[in-house]
């Protein structure tokens, strides 16, 4: 585009998301200046490389209270290959910046770490979802019916559970979660994505007898307005796989959470939700169906679930205030339009005197 245009100067500088590392070369190769957009915990892996070797249940040191077993780095495929893309983007020439989509408050002390090993300006503009209000940006089709069954429960009564985009169960896992909740004797609304059950060839991925049993207490549908649904009053709980969207959205609603982690960096987030944030309930072990019932009416009629309404809430408050105007990410987004207005000042100069 800017050969076409043989206007160099429109172009003034290329943002790219971490694991895009490859787009560093294209930068430089038209002496742009660049702007990493990266999620923390996938950064984590890459320093921690050294450390490989340790055992699972072991409390990494510094990065109190993960332990290398919730560290990202055993499902990204062989350790050849996560060496390879830890010293693949340490290699590349750092960027100018770094942007997070995260609320400084929330992490502050990992970004300080962070911080000092990266000595680049950092924009913390988090959450997105609240800073940038884009139209939906969901893959699948939401069924917004599911809101219509929420306003006719009771406040904070209802918990929502859904997996998020990717993740997949068995058919074991999922009866066991269908008996679970039934048990538990609580409202919930239940998104079953299509093809998250990994064995089953039928249409019908719950057990059977299930819906005749949970009649309206329960709602089930293929996927939901979650941003919608998680503001609504009646929801009391998220069950969650912990993808950071999902713990944004969750934050911003002031929701508790039961967390059941699946891989990358949500085992990361899992352990930062019960033990640091203290918002979420752990949900560890094998799925049994006693096991959630337990977790669940912890969560939704115990003081404890109580608790941890209440902390989700106050946090929901700071989290405003930050990105109110004047409030942290606020100021972080409008620095960092100034910090890219830079780069077209000193481009009618100079050449880039950064590289
Ligand atoms: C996560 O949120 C961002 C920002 O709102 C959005 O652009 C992206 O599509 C979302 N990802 C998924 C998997 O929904
Ligand atoms: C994350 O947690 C799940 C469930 O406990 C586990 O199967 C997985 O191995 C964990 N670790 C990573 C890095 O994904």
Avoid at 132 to 148: Q, V
Wanted: with cysteine.
């Amino acid at each position: 585009m800017m050969e076409e245009n043989k206007s160099l100067d429109q172009v003034v500088c290329i943002i790219y998301d971490v694991l895009m590392y490859f787009a560093e070369a294209v930068a430089k190769s038209l002496k742009l200046p660049s702007i990493i957009s990266a999620m923390y915990r996938l950064v984590l892996c890459w320093i921690l490389i050294p450390f490989l070797g340790s055992k699972p249940k072991d409390l990494v040191p510094g990065l109190h209270p993960l332990r290398f077993k919730d560290l990202p780095i055993s499902n990204m495929g062989s350790l050849d290959d996560v060496v390879k893309l830890a010293m693949d983007s340490r290699t590349t020439r750092i960027s100018s910046a770094i942007i997070w989509n995260t609320i400084d408050h929330l992490e502050h002390s990992s970004l300080e770490q962070l911080h000092q090993l990266y000595n680049v300006p950092f924009f913390s503009i988090g959450p997105l979802h609240k800073m940038a209000l884009a139209t939906s940006t969901s893959l699948l089709i939401e069924d917004t019916d599911c809101i219509e069954w929420l306003d006719k429960q009771a406040p904070l009564s209802v918990l929502y559970i859904s997996l998020g985009s990717l993740a997949t169960v068995d058919k074991k896992e999922i009866a066991e979660m269908a008996w679970g909740l039934a048990n538990s004797g609580r409202p919930f609304l239940w998104v079953v994505r299509p093809g998250s059950v990994r064995d089953s060839e039928s249409a019908e991925l719950l057990p059977e007898g299930f819906k005749e049993q949970i009649r309206e207490r329960g709602h089930i549908v293929k996927w939901a307005p979650q941003k919608e649904v998680l503001a609504h009053g009646a929801v009391g709980g998220f069950w969650s796989h912990c993808g950071w969207n999902s713990t944004l959205e969750s934050i911003c609603e002031g929701v508790p959470l039961i967390c059941m982690p699946h891989f990358a960096d949500q085992n990361v987030t899992a352990r930062y939700l019960c033990h640091v944030w203290k918002i979420g309930l752990e949900l560890e072990h094998e799925l049994e169906r006693g096991e959630i019932e337990k977790v669940v009416k912890r969560l939704m009629t115990d003081k404890e679930g109580e608790e941890l309404r209440q902390r989700a809430g106050d946090m929901k408050e700071k989290v405003e205030l930050c990105t109110r105007e004047a409030g942290l990410s606020y100021n972080s987004l409008n620095d960092l339009a100034e910090f890219i207005l830079s780069f077209q000042r000193s481009s009618l100069f100079t050449l880039q005197p950064w590289l």
